[in-house]
């Protein structure tokens, strides 16, 4: 049995990572295309109804998602029941967003909000059908299907919109293909699951899930809001423009990090979920986690921070100057993230989803304080407010999630230091090469070649354990699969 976790694991992770850097270039490449063929401006104006459609799409799953892979007997009755429960949640929020649309236009005092609002709302109905289906899937550690559609998707929408954005179509070309994404992954999660809901819905199925699930959608919840605060006070007390600088600047830096955290994560979680009541084997394989997700992400956000400005120029071009410094400033916190998203996934696997909850409002409050004192100094305080909450939260999360599983802050923090002090001495040096070259193409290309290569050497000289268990998880799914 344990054997076969393993194999689930190994297999479940590497088509997650190959599925997510898949994803990811695709995504990446389409957004760099999109991002020379449209202005600033029209990114900004999607950037305000991201904090709508991120809300909604919260309330649209109401933690059910999380509370089917956490949970371990239920059936056909409870399943089908969740199902309805998103559908008629969807079509109220669908109706809830597109009768408010004015309102949304006339706070941001941008007319063109209204009819884009509504057009969207359709996606709360289309990604309704399909959270059960999503969540069975991940329950049974089945990354290959998900990569498979996703990538699918992603690869179509994406083709649809730079058709239209090349024809003229401006800001419409991103609402459509965001629109035609979650149609194809609905209808290709639908055509490919073997699950389908039976017609019974079962008030005491919400009722036995609920206090889970009302404790993650709350947790999402006031997540969703404060880390959207900035995006609404950006987009209400600056040009939409400006909105599409700082939008841009957050989408990059988390293009790595967030990959990071996703693939851990949603590996990790159904996994660890089938030994929550093992604590010292929960306590292994965790300590190996946090290993891994620091040895990833450390170099990966002190290296984004010293190619900022080749990056941008390269891909985006001069237009976009502006999101480098906006780049680099969230960089100095970005590394922390995928870190306190794991130790968080500790209290939803140990069933703790209160506490999860309490320390999400603790933490909101925090941030809501710093960025009302960093707006003094502009966008560039915003971020800096953020930074320095990012640090406050990390030890909050290791704090609770070290005491469920006898992980103590100290210890944790002896763990990743190695990591912290090596990705130091790599971007310093890389940046040092650097200064060599004044092409920005070659400089760009050199410095992740020469970051890639002096992490390697340092870790290798160090015997970075992280290192050792990468190469040796490399070995061991090339020899079973």
Not at 284 to 289: F, R
Not at 379 to 385: D, F, K, P, Q, T
């Amino acid at each position: 049995m344990l054997d076969n976790l393993k194999n689930k694991t190994i297999r479940a992770f590497f088509w997650s990572l190959s599925g997510q850097l898949g994803q990811q270039s695709i995504v990446f490449v389409i957004s760099v295309i999109l991002a020379r063929l449209l202005e600033p401006y029209q990114f900004g104006l999607i950037g305000i109804l991201s904090i709508f459609v991120a809300l909604a799409n919260t309330l649209l799953d109401f933690g059910f998602g999380s509370a089917i892979v956490q949970r371990q007997n239920l059936e056909q009755k409870d399943l089908s029941t969740i199902f309805y429960f998103n559908v008629g949640t969807g079509i109220c929020l669908s109706l809830i967003l597109f009768f408010t649309a004015p309102l949304i236009a006339s706070f941001f005092e941008i007319p063109q909000l209204s009819i884009l609002a509504r057009v969207l709302s359709a996606n709360f109905i289309i990604n309704s059908l399909a959270i059960v289906h999503g969540a069975i899937l991940v329950k049974k550690i089945d990354f290959k299907t998900q990569v498979l559609i996703r990538l699918f998707s992603i690869v179509i929408s994406g083709t649809i919109a730079i058709t239209l954005a090349i024809n003229g179509w401006g800001v419409w070309s991103l609402v459509i293909q965001t629109i035609s994404q979650n149609i194809l992954n609905t209808i290709l999660l639908w055509v490919i699951s073997d699950w389908k809901p039976s017609a019974i819905f079962r008030f005491k199925s919400l009722k036995e899930i609920f206090g889970f699930s009302a404790n993650i959608a709350g947790s999402s919840i006031i997540n969703v809001i404060f880390d959207k605060l900035d995006i609404i006070l950006v987009g209400k007390l600056y040009a939409p423009t400006d909105l599409g600088f700082y939008t841009r600047a957050m989408s990059l830096q988390m293009l790595p990090i967030k990959n990071t955290y996703r693939v851990l994560r949603r590996v990790m979680f159904p996994v660890l979920s089938k030994i929550q009541n093992d604590l010292e084997r929960l306590r292994s394989v965790y300590v190996k986690v946090i290993h891994v997700v620091a040895f990833i992400s450390f170099p990966l956000m002190f290296g984004l921070l010293v190619v900022a400005n080749p990056l941008v120029r390269v891909l985006l071009t001069d237009k976009w100057l502006p999101v480098v410094k906006y780049l680099q400033l969230l960089c100095l916190g970005g590394f922390l993230y995928p870190l306190s998203a794991i130790n968080l996934n500790i209290l939803l696997v140990k069933g703790r989803a209160d506490i999860f909850f309490r320390l999400e409002i603790v933490k909101k409050v925090i941030l809501t304080i710093a960025i009302i004192i960093g707006l003094k100094w502009g966008i560039v305080g915003l971020i800096s407010a953020k930074v320095i909450t990012s640090y406050i939260a990390f030890y909050l999360n290791i704090k609770y999630s070290g005491n469920m599983i006898n992980y103590s802050i100290t210890q944790q923090l002896k763990d990743l230091f190695p990591y912290f002090v090596l990705s130091i001495i790599m971007a310093m040096l890389t940046y040092a090469v650097g200064l060599s070259f004044d092409n920005q193409t070659v400089k760009l290309v050199i410095e992740i070649f020469t970051g890639v290569i002096i992490y390697y050497l340092l870790c290798k000289l160090f015997k970075i354990q992280a290192l050792r268990d990468t190469i040796h998880i490399i070995k061991d799914f090339n020899l079973k699969y």
